[in-house]
């Protein structure tokens, strides 16, 4: 059971560079959502998703795009990277929107952009 | 909106003193309220969590949370610690009913530094 797997762990853009954060889970989990941490700054709300198909926006959705096409992955799409996107982003899973178990998180991806 | 405020950024503790890692929340109904606990270079690990009943919550590591609705407040504390404790540690709330599409939201976290 490898829980919330995310690629890769660690990555250098260029201002203005696309990339995909991979993110996917094998616990069969309705919600998904990303976050990013910051210091001093605790984790914000990218974007998430109740299930395949349905995605909305978070607290800082700007810049960001996701979809969900299986259960399984969430992937976030950075279109033009920008320094202020330099952070820490975390992918984490529940088993729905309204449980009260509490999400599961990734390891992390640590982006610099410069 | 739901929020959490941490009002402290670091918490210095000598080993085998009690500890307490301070927590208020704002929702709107009742909470679910949750600890977690991050090392350096790793995730979020989930620590405990008060949904209803015993305001007293006990959770891992010897870990141990008390929900007090009046004081919209909830405390981790331990009673002996560790080196091994010092971690960041975030508190996160949601309300309990509608689920919410905002999902759990944290506090800013509280840097544990226990000293040998």
């Known amino acids: 059971n490898a829980g919330v797997t995310q690629t890769p762990k660690f990555q250098v853009l260029k201002t203005g560079q696309s990339m995909t954060l991979q993110c996917a889970q094998d616990m069969n989990h309705e919600y998904m959502s990303w976050y990013r941490q910051d210091p001093g700054m605790g984790l914000r709300l990218i974007h998430y998703s109740v299930g395949a198909g349905i995605t909305d926006q978070g607290e800082v959705p700007n810049g960001y795009n996701v979809s969900r096409s299986t259960t399984e992955d969430f992937p976030l799409r950075l279109l033009s990277a920008a320094p202020s996107q330099t952070s820490v982003y975390f992918c984490?899973?529940?088993?729905?929107?309204?449980?009260?178990?509490?999400?599961?998180f990734g390891s992390g991806t640590r982006l610099t952009v410069v | 909106a739901q929020s959490v405020a941490q009002p402290e950024d670091q918490v210095n503790v000598a080993e085998g003193n009690p500890l307490t890692v301070k927590c208020t929340y704002s929702?709107?109904?009742?909470?679910?309220l949750f600890w977690y606990v991050q090392y350096p270079n790793r995730g979020l690990q989930f620590l405990l969590k008060?949904?209803?009943?015993?305001?007293l919550v006990k959770g891992s590591y010897g870990f141990e949370a008390e929900f007090n609705k009046s004081q919209t407040s909830f405390h981790l504390k331990k009673p002996s610690a560790l080196v091994s404790d010092s971690a960041l540690y975030f508190c996160a709330v949601r309300a309990a009913a509608g689920g919410g599409a905002d999902g759990l939201t944290f506090g800013k976290g509280t840097h544990l530094i226990i000293q040998p």
């Open positions: 984490a899973s529940s088993l729905s929107q309204g449980n009260n178990y509490g999400y599961t």
């Open positions: 008060y949904i209803t009943g015993d305001n």
């Open positions: 929702v709107s109904g009742n909470p679910y």
